[in-house]
Nanobody, 124 residues
Framework: QVQLAESGGGSVQAGGSLRLSCAAA?????????MAWFRQAPGKEREPVAT???????DYEDSVRGRFTISKDNAKNTLYLQMNSLQAEDSAFYYC?????????????????WGQGTQVTVSA
């Protein structure tokens, strides 16, 4: 069973940085089709932020491209999201997720393992 646990959330001023971590207790980050970060603000749908396919192919939501970086350290069984130049609009509850089978897309409804989430609050 794959289990994910996020950490690193908190409160920062606009323009600041945070690094989120997602530890996989099962130790299988190197054997997943994709892993991704999603976020959900109050009253809004859960949306993708950044996705990594295999070990080195990344995709970013337009609003975070150039500011956020997704990466994975398989030796540590950990997924990261480096967030720079944070804006108030980035405030949300952030989740990491994974898809185990090597087929198809990696959108919200395709992910089959989710972490518990971590809060990110950015003050304007």
């Amino acid at each position: 069973q794959v289990q994910l646990a996020e950490s690193g959330g908190g409160s920062v001023q606009a323009g600041g940085s945070l690094r989120l971590s997602c530890a996989a207790a099962s130790g299988v980050t190197g054997n997943l089709h994709c892993m991704a970060w999603f976020r959900q603000a109050p009253g809004k749908e859960r949306e993708p932020v950044a996705t990594i396919f295999g070990d080195d192919i990344e995709d970013y939501e337009d609003s975070v491209r150039g500011r956020f970086t997704i990466s994975k350290d398989n030796a540590k069984n950990t997924l990261y999201l480096q967030m720079n130049s944070l804006q108030a609009e980035d405030s949300a509850f952030y989740y990491c997720a994974a898809k185990r089978r090597w087929n198809g897309p990696c959108e919200v409804d395709d992910m089959d393992v989710w972490g518990q989430g971590t809060q990110v609050t950015v003050s304007a």
